[in-house]
């Protein structure tokens, strides 16, 4: 097969955990005698101090000419410790993310048995936790109409949904459950919110095409709660935009590190897939950053296109690197001397060399991640 793939590092982090995932894609590439082209396009602060413009003209070109994008991450402290800043990084991304139609947001959420010991949780609370979180995209509070007092003390923001929005992702997420537990929950404030009724009605309308699977409610702010007593309980997870940005960061916990969770953001035409980590600017050109959400995030990009024993084959190496804490410090506090760059490496190496089985432990905590 053969894809040209839109690569948008970002800013911070972005551009050394994406670096990780092509690699990745070029050992796939490799492997399997597919051709896959990337091509660079700035996005976010780097974009604003190049072009004035957090998502220039050439970026979204790049990005609607390609089969799919790779993307880093944005945001920049010079930014978000200015509140008076008119042009952000966060606005190229909701507009990449509008303009592209990217109305569903896919975070699977999964608890490695190797890694059980690295999440705040206890062990018998996360155990077998395998969720699939499904977000609204493109609709919702982020962009509602906004509102500003002209003497600047009142504020508000417009929270609104259709029903074509929700019937969009609300099949998505069925479909999804289908092929997992046959369980969706829908996450509202239908107590509350109008918009969350509008939400429960359609939902519940959906649900009457797909009698495999069982639809349940919850409340986002006692789902919040069940997140953390039993996230087993959980299956494919249903919920509108603002909700679904909160509750799948409060999930990454669940896994030990944000630095593990892989997203897609897929539309009627184009797709996107990204770690849902942020820039964090402070880890910056120092190694540390965990690459395997962006490989993952690879993975997921293969998964799209059907390509699934070449998905797969990531989705090993990964559990093979965090099985010989082949990671990062943020899961890994006994080899600190593993890198960023390394873990890639060692992922594209097991890619490479997928029928070998005995690695040499020595040589991996040593710095190098060679197969023998």
Not at 241 to 262: P, Q, R, Y
Not at 292 to 298: E, P, V
């Amino acid at each position: 097969m053969k894809l040209n793939i839109a690569v948008l590092p970002g800013d911070g982090i972005g551009p050394e955990v994406t670096n990780q995932a092509i690699k990745a894609l070029k050992a796939i590439a490799i492997e399997f005698d597919h051709t896959f082209n990337f091509k660079q396009a700035p996005v976010g602060a780097i974009a604003i101090d190049k072009h004035n413009n957090p998502l220039p003209d050439s970026t979204l070109d790049l990005c609607k000419s390609t089969d799919a994008i790779l993307f880093g991450a944005i945001g920049d402290p010079k930014y978000d410790n200015d509140p008076t800043a008119k042009v952000r990084p966060e606005q190229g991304l909701l507009k990449l993310r509008k303009e592209l139609g990217l109305f569903a947001n896919i975070r699977p959420v999964k608890a490695y048995d190797t890694l059980i010991s690295k999440s705040p949780l206890k062990k018998n609370v996360i155990k077998d936790t395998d969720i699939c979180i499904y977000r609204e995209l493109t609709g919702g509070i982020y962009f509602g109409e906004k509102k500003l007092s002209d003497d600047g003390d009142t504020a508000s923001d417009l929270c609104e949904y259709s029903r074509y929005e929700i019937e969009r992702i609300a099949h998505l997420a069925f479909k999804s459950a289908q092929n997992r537990k046959k369980k969706v929950t829908l996450v509202d404030k239908a107590n509350v919110l109008e918009s969350s009724r509008l939400w429960r009605k359609v939902v519940g309308e959906v649900a009457k095409d797909y009698a495999d699977v069982t639809l349940d409610f919850l409340f986002v702010d006692n789902a919040a709660m069940q997140m953390i007593l039993n996230p087993k309980q959980f299956d494919v997870i249903l919920t509108e935009n603002m909700f679904g940005d909160i509750i799948s960061d409060e999930a990454s916990v669940i896994g030990g590190s944000i630095g593990l969770l892989a997203s897609a953001s897929v539309g009627e035409k184009y797709a996107m897939f990204e770690p849902i980590h942020g820039s964090y600017p402070q880890a910056k050109g120092k190694g540390i950053a965990n690459p395997i959400a962006s490989i993952l995030s690879a993975a997921m990009l293969l998964d799209h296109f059907e390509l699934f024993e070449e998905s797969e084959l990531i989705r090993k190496a990964v559990e093979k690197a965090l099985k010989l804490h082949v990671t990062t410090p943020d899961i890994n506090t006994k080899y600190h001397h593993v890198t960023t760059t390394k873990v890639g490496d060692f992922i594209e190496d097991v890619i490479n060399n997928p029928n070998d089985s005995n690695l040499n432990f020595t040589n991996i905590h040593l710095g190098q991640s060679t197969i023998i």
